[in-house]
Nanobody, 124 residues
C-alpha cells in the first residue's frame, strides 16, 4: 500500500512557476513509477508527466513539454513537478499516482494509487 500526499498548488498569474510535490509513505517508493495527472472543471482527468522508478525515463504530455519537468528523490520518497511559464489552461486539480510498471504512462487506469490532489489556478 502506498499513500500519496500532494502539496505546492496555489493561485498564480500566467507566466509564473510552481513546484508541486508528492510525498509517499512506505519503504517501497523506489519500486513504483510515478505520474502526474490533472483535471479541470468539467473535463476528464488528463496525463501530465511520468517518471520511471529509477528516474531514468520521463514522459510528458505535448501540452506541457518544454514547460514542465518531473523528477524524484527516492531517498525522500518524493516526486516533483516543476511547472514554468504557466498558462490559464494549466488550471486544475493536480494528482500524483503510483504504479508498478510504466508500460503505458499516459493511461490513468494503469495506476494503482492516487493522492487527494492539489489545486492549481492560473489567472490571465
Amino acid at each position: 500500500q502506498v499513500q500519496l500526499v500532494e502539496s505546492g498548488g496555489g493561485l498564480v498569474q500566467a507566466g509564473d512557476s510552481l513546484r508541486l510535490s508528492c510525498a509517499a509513505s512506505g519503504r517501497t517508493f523506489s519500486t513504483y513509477s510515478m505520474g502526474w495527472f490533472r483535471q479541470a472543471p468539467g473535463k476528464e482527468r488528463e496525463f501530465v508527466a511520468a517518471i520511471a522508478r529509477g528516474g531514468g525515463s520521463t514522459y510528458y504530455a505535448d501540452s506541457v513539454k518544454g514547460r514542465c519537468t518531473i523528477s524524484r528523490d527516492n531517498a525522500k520518497n518524493t516526486v516533483y513537478l516543476q511547472m514554468n511559464s504557466l498558462k490559464p489552461e494549466d488550471t486544475g486539480v493536480y494528482y500524483c499516482a503510483a504504479e508498478r510498471s510504466l508500460l503505458r504512462p499516459g493511461r490513468a487506469d494503469e495506476y494503482d494509487y492516487w493522492g487527494q490532489g492539489t489545486q492549481v489556478t492560473v489567472s490571465s
